[in-house]
Protein backbone atom coordinates (compact mmCIF):
# COMPACT_ATOMS: atom_id res chain seq x y z
CA UNK A 1 0.00 0.00 0.00
CA UNK A 2 1.20 3.51 -0.99
CA UNK A 3 1.55 6.30 1.92
CA UNK A 4 0.69 9.10 -0.73
CA UNK A 5 -2.04 10.78 1.09
CA UNK A 6 -3.84 11.86 -2.88
CA UNK A 7 -3.39 7.95 -3.85
CA UNK A 8 -4.96 6.82 0.06
CA UNK A 9 -7.61 9.08 -0.59
CA UNK A 10 -8.64 8.20 -3.85
CA UNK A 11 -8.68 4.16 -2.93
CA UNK A 12 -10.61 5.25 -0.08
CA UNK A 13 -12.99 7.37 -1.78
CA UNK A 14 -15.70 4.73 -2.21
CA UNK A 15 -15.91 4.33 1.42
CA UNK A 16 -16.38 7.96 1.87
CA UNK A 17 -19.22 8.08 -0.47
CA UNK A 18 -20.73 4.83 1.71
CA UNK A 19 -19.93 7.38 4.86
CA UNK A 20 -21.44 10.61 3.52
CA UNK A 21 -24.93 8.28 1.95
CA UNK A 22 -25.45 6.71 5.99
CA UNK A 23 -24.15 9.74 7.93
CA UNK A 24 -24.76 13.01 5.57
CA UNK A 25 -27.53 11.91 3.97
CA UNK A 26 -29.61 15.30 5.35
CA UNK A 27 -26.88 16.75 3.15
CA UNK A 28 -27.62 15.25 0.19
CA UNK A 29 -30.65 17.83 -0.31
CA UNK A 30 -27.83 20.77 -0.68
CA UNK A 31 -24.64 19.32 -1.86
CA UNK A 32 -24.07 16.73 -4.21
CA UNK A 33 -22.10 13.23 -2.53
CA UNK A 34 -19.45 13.96 -5.38
CA UNK A 35 -18.66 17.46 -4.05
CA UNK A 36 -18.86 16.15 0.47
CA UNK A 37 -16.56 13.78 -0.77
CA UNK A 38 -14.46 16.31 -2.68
CA UNK A 39 -14.97 18.47 0.36
CA UNK A 40 -13.35 15.69 3.01
CA UNK A 41 -10.58 14.94 0.11
CA UNK A 42 -9.93 18.96 0.31
CA UNK A 43 -10.06 19.11 4.26
CA UNK A 44 -7.54 16.09 4.44
CA UNK A 45 -4.96 17.31 2.27
CA UNK A 46 -5.10 20.93 3.70
CA UNK A 47 -3.84 18.68 6.78
CA UNK A 48 -0.95 16.70 4.66
CA UNK A 49 1.70 18.67 7.16
CA UNK A 50 0.08 16.61 9.93
CA UNK A 51 -0.25 13.51 8.38
CA UNK A 52 1.91 10.34 9.27
CA UNK A 53 1.37 7.05 7.78
CA UNK A 54 1.14 4.62 10.59
CA UNK A 55 -0.64 2.00 8.88
CA UNK A 56 -3.77 1.27 7.34
CA UNK A 57 -6.14 0.85 10.22
CA UNK A 58 -4.46 4.05 11.69
CA UNK A 59 -4.91 5.98 8.72
CA UNK A 60 -8.69 5.18 8.42
CA UNK A 61 -9.43 6.20 11.56
CA UNK A 62 -7.85 9.26 10.77
CA UNK A 63 -10.05 9.68 7.48
CA UNK A 64 -13.30 8.93 9.10
CA UNK A 65 -12.52 11.64 11.37
CA UNK A 66 -11.53 14.18 9.21
CA UNK A 67 -15.00 13.03 7.08
CA UNK A 68 -17.16 13.28 10.58
CA UNK A 69 -15.51 16.75 11.05
CA UNK A 70 -16.50 17.94 7.51
CA UNK A 71 -20.28 16.52 7.40
CA UNK A 72 -20.63 18.30 11.12
CA UNK A 73 -18.98 22.02 9.97
CA UNK A 74 -21.57 21.56 6.59
CA UNK A 75 -24.41 20.79 8.66
CA UNK A 76 -23.39 23.49 10.71
CA UNK A 77 -22.93 25.99 7.46
CA UNK A 78 -26.58 25.09 6.38
CA UNK A 79 -28.26 24.91 9.41
CA UNK A 80 -27.30 28.74 10.51
CA UNK A 81 -28.36 29.42 6.37
CA UNK A 82 -31.53 28.05 6.98
CA UNK A 83 -32.27 29.54 10.34
CA UNK A 84 -31.73 32.97 8.72
CA UNK A 85 -33.18 31.80 5.04
CA UNK A 86 -36.81 32.67 6.57
CA UNK A 87 -36.76 36.35 6.58
CA UNK A 88 -34.74 36.26 3.60
CA UNK A 89 -37.34 33.87 1.69
CA UNK A 90 -39.89 36.84 2.31
CA UNK A 91 -37.66 39.69 0.14
CA UNK A 92 -38.01 37.18 -3.12
CA UNK A 93 -41.96 36.92 -1.97
CA UNK A 94 -43.00 40.34 -1.85
CA UNK A 95 -40.52 42.09 -4.30
CA UNK A 96 -39.12 44.46 -2.12
CA UNK A 97 -36.63 47.24 -3.15
CA UNK A 98 -33.90 48.34 -0.79
CA UNK A 99 -35.05 51.33 0.88
CA UNK A 100 -38.77 51.56 -0.26
CA UNK A 101 -40.59 52.61 2.19
CA UNK A 102 -42.63 50.18 4.75
CA UNK A 103 -42.20 46.73 5.01
CA UNK A 104 -44.55 44.23 3.84
CA UNK A 105 -44.78 41.42 5.24
CA UNK A 106 -46.45 38.07 3.65
CA UNK A 107 -49.47 36.66 5.56
CA UNK A 108 -48.38 32.82 6.60
CA UNK A 109 -49.56 30.44 4.45
CA UNK A 110 -53.11 28.68 6.07
CA UNK A 111 -52.35 25.86 3.36
CA UNK A 112 -50.94 22.43 5.52
CA UNK A 113 -49.87 19.30 4.26
CA UNK A 114 -47.15 17.45 2.80
CA UNK A 115 -46.83 19.33 -0.39
CA UNK A 116 -46.66 22.35 1.44
CA UNK A 117 -44.09 21.79 4.04
CA UNK A 118 -41.91 20.41 0.71
CA UNK A 119 -42.62 23.08 -1.06
CA UNK A 120 -41.53 25.79 2.20
CA UNK A 121 -38.25 22.95 2.49
CA UNK A 122 -37.13 23.52 -1.09
CA UNK A 123 -37.77 27.53 -1.05
CA UNK A 124 -35.75 27.72 2.15
CA UNK A 125 -32.75 25.42 0.51
CA UNK A 126 -32.98 28.02 -2.64
CA UNK A 127 -32.59 30.61 -0.46
CA UNK A 128 -29.88 29.15 1.13
CA UNK A 129 -28.19 28.09 -1.61
CA UNK A 130 -28.63 31.55 -3.29
CA UNK A 131 -27.27 33.64 0.10
CA UNK A 132 -24.09 30.91 -0.20
CA UNK A 133 -23.78 31.99 -4.15
CA UNK A 134 -23.22 35.68 -3.05
CA UNK A 135 -20.16 37.50 -1.82
CA UNK A 136 -19.75 37.77 1.55
CA UNK A 137 -20.41 41.70 1.54
CA UNK A 138 -23.85 40.83 -0.57
CA UNK A 139 -24.79 38.34 1.57
CA UNK A 140 -24.51 40.26 4.87
CA UNK A 141 -26.33 43.39 3.11
CA UNK A 142 -29.23 41.53 2.15
CA UNK A 143 -29.56 39.82 5.67
CA UNK A 144 -29.33 43.01 7.01
CA UNK A 145 -31.88 43.64 5.21
CA UNK A 146 -34.26 41.47 6.15
CA UNK A 147 -33.63 41.94 9.68
CA UNK A 148 -34.28 45.16 9.33
CA UNK A 149 -31.06 46.91 10.44
CA UNK A 150 -31.65 50.82 10.12
CA UNK A 151 -30.32 52.28 7.21
CA UNK A 152 -27.73 54.70 9.00
CA UNK A 153 -26.74 51.68 11.18
CA UNK A 154 -25.58 49.56 7.85
CA UNK A 155 -23.98 52.62 6.75
CA UNK A 156 -21.75 52.54 9.92
CA UNK A 157 -20.72 49.16 9.48
CA UNK A 158 -19.98 49.46 6.16
CA UNK A 159 -18.20 52.52 6.44
CA UNK A 160 -19.79 54.17 3.82
CA UNK A 161 -22.36 57.66 3.61
CA UNK A 162 -26.28 56.45 3.74
CA UNK A 163 -26.40 56.98 0.09
CA UNK A 164 -23.92 54.53 -0.72
CA UNK A 165 -25.18 52.12 1.36
CA UNK A 166 -28.86 52.00 -0.23
CA UNK A 167 -27.13 51.90 -3.40
CA UNK A 168 -25.19 48.70 -2.19
CA UNK A 169 -27.84 47.21 -0.10
CA UNK A 170 -30.08 47.73 -3.64
CA UNK A 171 -27.69 46.00 -6.20
CA UNK A 172 -27.02 42.93 -3.21
CA UNK A 173 -30.81 42.24 -3.02
CA UNK A 174 -31.08 42.47 -6.77
CA UNK A 175 -28.29 39.76 -7.30
CA UNK A 176 -29.68 37.83 -4.60
CA UNK A 177 -33.17 37.71 -6.58
CA UNK A 178 -31.66 37.03 -9.54
CA UNK A 179 -29.68 34.48 -8.19
CA UNK A 180 -32.74 33.35 -6.43
CA UNK A 181 -34.67 33.56 -9.51
CA UNK A 182 -31.67 31.06 -11.67
CA UNK A 183 -32.38 28.88 -8.75
CA UNK A 184 -35.94 28.49 -9.03
CA UNK A 185 -35.70 27.91 -12.66
CA UNK A 186 -33.36 25.35 -12.34
CA UNK A 187 -31.06 24.24 -14.84
CA UNK A 188 -31.85 24.46 -18.63
CA UNK A 189 -32.42 21.71 -21.06
CA UNK A 190 -29.88 21.62 -23.78
Given at each position: ??T??????I???????????????????????????Q?IH??A???A?????????????W?????R????????????????S????R????????????R??????T??GP????????D?????R??G??S??????V??????????EQ????????????R????????????W??????????
Amino acid sequence: MTTDLAALLIERADELARLVRREGSALLRFESEEDLVQGIHLRALAMAGRFEFRGAASFRAWLLGVARAHLADRRDYWHALKRRSGRVLRLTWNGLSAGTGPRERVPASTATGPSTFASRREDLALVARALGLLSARDRELVEWQSEEVALTEQARRLGLAEDSARRAGHRALERFKKTWRLLKQGPRPP
